[in-house]
């Protein structure tokens, strides 16, 4: 079985060595109602705040600049103020969708419109459900956040159908302002 979260490591290289505060962490887990996954709390300590491949965002509970509370708090309340009925999704609801405490956790997102949200699942493997945009619909993938990521930043389609990007290079990290 393949340790993603190595394999992501391994494939963007050194960290950036953030320094981590659990207080941080607990705050933000209170507010979501939801622990998060350790491996997206690793990557995040080691590599967030960033851009992967130039398109990729993640925040840091830390940080001024990217904060990663502020920017869910403000992500659930822009899509709860959408109206779902029109969207699509495999196995959710659209009219009755819920972001936040008790719902979709924002995790990520793009500068091409697609967010990534967890979906805590009792006794499960939290599943991942991308949002794209430009199409309204959800995308679910049952795995780890770091098999989503490996994955992603191999260029496999990760957020919907036909979605990789045409990346060809060595996967980049690109350090954002505190």
Known sequence: MTDYLQAVFDMLG???NRDDEPADWLRL???IGSPLPT???EFVARY???ELNDR???HHPGSDAWNLLRWMRETVEAFDACAWEEATAASLNPGHLVFGKGGLI???STNGGEYL???PRHGNTPLLVVHVGDDDDFYEYDMSFTEWLYRYLSDEDMTGPNS???WDGAAQVSKLPA
């Open 164 to 166: 990789s990007s045409g």
């Open 14 to 16: 050194p960290a950036i």
């Open 117 to 119: 949200f967890l979906l």
């Open 48 to 50: 967030a705040p960033a």
């Open 39 to 41: 491996d997206f709390k």
């Open 56 to 58: 990729l965002y993640i």
């Open 106 to 108: 924002p995790l990520a």
């Open 29 to 31: 887990e209170q507010e």
